[in-house]
């Protein structure tokens, strides 16, 4: 199976955790790209959609899935996103697509984040994939000169604003054995908006695509 098929199993196996007559959180990538196909098939089920992006909103909107504001909401039952990586406790890497705020608000919202991944998602320890974090333009150095003080490399990522106007640096390097304590830390450093740590927001279900089927992971 290609990593497309992985993600498009996945994306069809999230169908079940949607909620008749509920707004469904809805993430950002391309595995949540099939999942808004296959959320198409039942929009008549569902209330509609929060969106994390305005790419995805684009998406929903051209299915003919109404999109509700996240300021209109006090509550999801759930959020359906992808991840750049996942650990064993369901704590994530994300922002690949630059979406991790809006991601990270909408999933506050949440009662249960489902992540969808293929297989090659899940690791021992995060870190492997650079640690995106949103910043604010004029803390982009201070912010990289901190993460070299704790053996990062980060770079800017070249030709990228965020939906929220701002700019996004990866950091390499990093051993993430921590997710909770180093993502409270970084979000304290002025100028970080959001780091892409997702451990206080952390998957309770994680839907892993092999090319034997679906897995299903519980935390
Ligand atoms: C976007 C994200 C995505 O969920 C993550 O990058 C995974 O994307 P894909 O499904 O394309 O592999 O965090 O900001």
Redesign the pocket.
Known sequence: MTADQL?AQVARAALDYVVDGAVIGV??????NHFIEALATVRHRIAGAVSSSEASTARLRGHGIEVVEAGQLERVPVYV????EIDGRGCMI???????TR?KIVADLADRFVCI?DQSKLVGTLGRYPL?VEVIPMAVAQVARRFAEMGGRAAQRAGVVTDNGNAIVDVAGLSITEPLSMETEINQWPGVVTV?IFARHRAQVCLLGTSEGVRTLKF
Do not use: Y
């Open positions: 993600k993430g950002t990538g391309s595995t949540v996103d992808g991840a750049d994300k922002g690949g697509g630059a979406a991790l991601e991944v995106p892409g």
